[in-house]
């Protein structure tokens, strides 16, 4: 069951194929952390899910794969590791023009992320609990994943609308970090694709932010 | 985010919110993002 590239979803995808060459499902091809990743994994139209989680456990043994919420139970059930149950939003601005002005929170500024990584990292910390549904995902070394973001560009540069927010004692206590993410535009309602990310002015997008306190809920880890 | 969507200069912004914060799909959802799909990332 080879798997090919499909030009269809951009230069990241890939197809999974069954012996007789079916296709089996659809996904972007990326390296996350310690490994690949088959991202937004969508079964071809009926295509089971026991059908699919075969071909799937043939195949791409040792990857991390971010399929629909049936077909992972079905990897869980066969003895895969969950890593992340997740709600993708996507936000269309042809669709719908945001308003272009905004108000900060009474005693915060909004600005560009005109600070050092460093900076964030005590709300950062703050913003996932213990009892946060995303605290099991922060990684022991925030200070770095923050500047692998912010200084090295892990995900591109910072797009715009990125910015902090930043209290009255001059401390930063909330973020939002947006970057570009491989395999193209992200999914739209209106379309019913199952991609990553994209612009056509620029790369791709995806945001994360983080608060230390409740004005900016925490709010998405993306990947 | 309202600051991030009016600074916006691309024509999409996705973002993964983890089950379980109700908040914060809520809260995305009131400012008009839409939900795509809901998935499992398993290690294999």
Redesign the interface.
Known sequence: MPVEEDPSRGPAGRVLLDAAGTPIGRYDHALRGNGP?AD?FAREPGVSVDRAAAA??AE??????????E???A??AAG???????????????R?P???????PPRVR?TDVDRPAADLVDAYGAAYPPA???HG?VTGDVADELAAIIERGQYGPL?????LAVGEDGAVVGA?L?GT?EGG?????ARGS?T???????P??????CSARSR???????? | MLRALALADYVTLGLIVTDGNDGARRLYESLGFDLVLSSLVVQL
């Open positions: 990743i937004l799937v456990l791409l043994r040792g990857t991390r794969i971010a399929a629909d919420e077909l992972g139970r990897l869980l895969g590791t969950k890593v992340r149950h997740g709600h993708l939003y996507t936000y269309d601005f042809a719908r945001p308003p272009r002005d905004w108000e900060a909004l946060h549904p995303d995902l797009l715009a609308g990125s910015g939002v947006i993410l535009a992200p999914p739209s309602t199952s990553s990310s994209a612009t056509p002015r620029g791709g997008s995806a945001a994360r932010s900016w809920r925490t709010t998405s880890r993306s990947g």
